[in-house]
């Protein structure tokens, strides 16, 4: 998850994915202040907000951008405000697909938790890639993660969440913004050294 640690709360709502009948994502608007830890870096805390009606999301980072993502078109953007930019996102998208399709996880109750003010279920998560524990809503919302994948480990926890509707300008990039595409490969390299 170290190597996509920007984006670990945006995959922080895979394992709702796997979860769920009939919960398959968070069925209400939710805005979400997360904290990330991970083994070799800085804490950092991540605000996310959820268009449940429209599939949206919106991950803002303290490092100054914010990606977009459209989960039913499989698309996700990244705005870096400071170059009045948004970066088309190859390496992201894949994982708006993965929200759907959480790779043939299992999920084994393990009790109820509470974060954040709220009541949750805590489930062990193994899929033939990764394991961990997640504590999820009834309405589908991430309240803590923690896993590991060969790509390293991370903690995601809830610190704050909030049940009201998302402005929709809050899901589109600035207007007027200059349209990047970059390789594969090239937004991670850029990202990391952030």
């Known amino acids: 998850m170290n190597k996509y640690m920007p984006l670990a709360v945006l995959a922080a709502l895979l394992p709702a994915a796997a979860l769920a009948n009939p919960v398959i994502l968070p069925s209400r608007d939710v805005a979400v202040t997360y904290s990330l830890t991970a083994p070799g870096r800085a804490?950092?805390?991540?605000q996310l907000a959820?268009?449940?009606a429209d599939q949206l999301a919106r991950v803002e980072s303290q490092s100054g951008y914010y990606v977009l993502a459209n989960l039913p078109q499989g698309q996700a953007q990244v705005v870096v405000p400071a170059l009045r930019a948004v970066v088309q996102a190859p390496d992201f998208s894949a994982l708006t697909g993965e929200i759907y399709n959480a790779d043939g996880a299992q999920?084994?109750?393990?009790?109820?938790?509470h974060y954040a003010g709220l009541d949750c279920e805590k489930y062990l998560v193994l899929d033939k890639h990764a394991s961990g524990t997640a504590c999820i809503t009834a309405?589908?919302?991430i309240l803590h993660f923690s896993g590991h994948d060969a790509n390293g480990s991370a903690d995601v926890t809830?610190?704050?969440?909030?049940?009201?509707?998302?402005?929709a300008e809050n899901f589109t990039p600035p207007a007027g913004f200059s349209q990047v595409d970059l390789p594969p490969g090239a937004l991670l390299s850029l990202l990391r050294g952030q």
């Open 158 to 167: 809830a610190l704050s969440v909030s049940y009201a509707a998302q402005p």
């Open 139 to 141: 309405s589908g919302v």
């Open 107 to 113: 999920f084994t109750p393990l009790g109820t938790g």
């Open 43 to 46: 804490p950092a805390t991540y």
């Open 50 to 52: 959820y268009d449940a």
